[in-house]
T-cell receptor
Framework: DAGVTQSPTHLIKTRGQQVTLRCSPK?????VSWYQQALGQGPQFIFQYYEEEERQRGNFPDRFSGHQFPNYSSELNVNALLLGDSALYLC??????????????FGNGTRLTVT | QQPVQSPQAVILREGEDAVINCSSSKALYSVHWYRQKHGEAPVFLMILLKGGEQKGHEKISASFNEKKQQSSLYLTASQLSYSGTYFCGTANTGNQFYFGTGTSLTVIP
């Protein structure tokens, strides 16, 4: 049973560039959420996708955008990168939007470094 | 809206017990608990739904008091493998989900 997979594992970008992170949810899951985790902090909710639509969004600027594909996989795009965007980006999948009642299964994350 | 956890950090010897608390300013629908080891993804421990239920898994259990908007995680007879950072996650009736501030737990021999 394949778990949540994320790619790439590490990424180094320069300020002002754009980046795309990818996530494949756990088999049987249809909802994908993205989180940003700075060093020593808890994961901060970016947004959630279900049925190819953004359903919930945290307190992140429009530079952060996403997409969900018919096979439930998802992308996170960040434009005009800032130094403060350096963090571990976690993808979590669940079933039927049920973030309240359904466990979140996390991928190992993408470590983004902006120089 | 981020739940607050206490303590921020705790060091235990093997076999000792610990309690981690999670408190929210918002009315809660459910509480999740996750453990994250250094360099790894958070791993799901348990979910508690409103109704004041208590759950347990071997030597790790939790309670949820929806009136007080609080949850507690109980670790008994701690093992070295319990080391990590524990996060609560809270869902409100608007289906918004927030992770807590985290508690670093270190178990030493």
């Amino acid at each position: 049973d394949a778990g949540v997979t994320q790619s790439p594992t590490h990424l180094i970008k320069t300020r002002g560039q754009q980046v795309t992170l990818r996530c494949s949810p756990k088999s049987g899951h249809d909802t994908v959420s993205w989180y940003q985790q700075a060093l020593g902090q808890g994961p901060q909710f970016i947004f959630q996708y279900y049925e190819e639509e953004e359903r919930q969004r945290g307190n992140f600027p429009d530079r952060f955008s996403g997409h969900q594909f018919p096979n439930y996989s998802s992308e996170l795009n960040v434009n005009a990168l800032l130094l403060g965007d350096s963090a571990l980006y976690l993808c979590a999948s669940s079933w039927r939007l049920g973030t309240g009642t359904s466990p979140l299964h996390f991928g190992n994350g993408t470590r983004l470094t902006v120089t | 809206q981020q739940p607050v956890q206490s303590p921020q950090a705790v060091i235990l010897r093997e076999g000792e017990d610990a309690v981690i608390n999670c408190s929210s300013s918002k009315a809660l629908y459910s509480v999740h608990w996750y453990r994250q080891k250094h360099g790894e993804a958070p791993v799901f421990l348990m979910i508690l739904l409103k109704g004041g239920e208590q759950k347990g898994h071997e030597k790790i259990s939790a309670s949820f008091n929806e009136k007080k908007q609080q949850s507690s995680l109980y670790l008994t007879a701690s093992q070295l493998s319990y080391s990590g950072t524990y996060f609560c996650g809270t869902a409100n009736t608007g289906n918004q989900f927030y992770f807590g501030t985290g508690t670093s737990l270190t178990v030493i021999p």
